[in-house]
């Protein structure tokens, strides 16, 4: 079965500095991955997604991750952070059309203006 | 469109009382999936569900935790009897193309305290 680990709970940085959050999945075969958002009281959105190709991704508001499959790893980075990025970042990874996706436990990103 | 609906937003029972959550999926969406939601734990899978079949379900969670799909714009979670441990956001979301490639589309959550 699939899995995720974001070794992270709490992120905080400074507004305008670079941002990368850590994502670590298991599976065997080749993950469809994911990064969503959830900002305060909202349901979460999907910021991108990873389904093969180019490793880089590209998602909304300037964030990106990369799929390095030798490191098991899809992190989320951001070249400049705004406080309006403060929310909780979700990675998910899915293995097969019969499968739901499975979530990490999540990281709670901080801006300080 | 209207997005995923859960209702209700806020409830609190009591220890051992039966509680029932509900889902409204996107308008045509196939698949429809509930998840429990604690900061230590993050989005767990309750249920997973495509046009009314269920897919999967989370194996730590098949005694007190009951899913269904009434219809394909209906879904309910019954909880019974319910548990302090219960206390959580449940997550619904619906997905047009299947959880392996679409996003998932997710509600706002009820948010579930037992006392």
């Known amino acids: 079965a699939q899995s995720v680990t974001q070794p992270d709970a709490r992120v905080t940085v400074s507004e305008g500095a670079s941002l990368q959050l850590r994502c670590k999945y298991s599976y065997s075969g080749t993950p469809y991955l994911f990064w969503y958002v959830q900002y305060p009281r909202q349901g979460l959105q999907l910021l991108l997604k990873y389904y093969s190709g180019d490793p880089v991704v590209q998602g909304v508001n300037g964030f990106e991750a990369e799929f390095i499959k030798s490191n098991s790893s899809f992190h989320l980075r951001k070249a400049s952070v705004h406080w309006s990025d403060s929310a909780v970042y979700f990675c998910a990874v899915s293995a097969n059309n019969n499968n739901a996706p499975r979530f990490g436990a999540g990281t709670k990103l901080s801006v300080k203006p | 469109d209207a997005g995923v609906t859960q209702t209700p937003r806020h409830e609190v029972a009591e220890k051992g009382q039966t509680i029932i959550l509900k889902c409204e999926p996107v308008?045509?969406?196939?698949?429809l999936f509930w998840y429990r939601q604690t900061k230590i734990q993050g989005l767990e899978l309750l249920s997973y569900f495509r046009s009314k079949s269920l897919m999967e379900d989370g194996g730590a969670f098949k005694d007190r935790f009951k899913a269904e799909m009434l219809n394909s714009s209906f879904s309910t979670l019954k909880i019974q009897p319910t548990e302090p441990k219960d206390s959580a956001v449940y997550l619904c979301?619906?997905?047009?193309?299947?959880?392996?490639?679409?996003?998932?589309?997710f509600g706002e959550g009820s948010k579930l305290t037992v006392l």
């Open positions: 979301a619906s997905s047009l193309y299947g959880g392996y490639t679409g996003q998932l589309y």
């Open positions: 308008s045509g969406h196939n698949d």
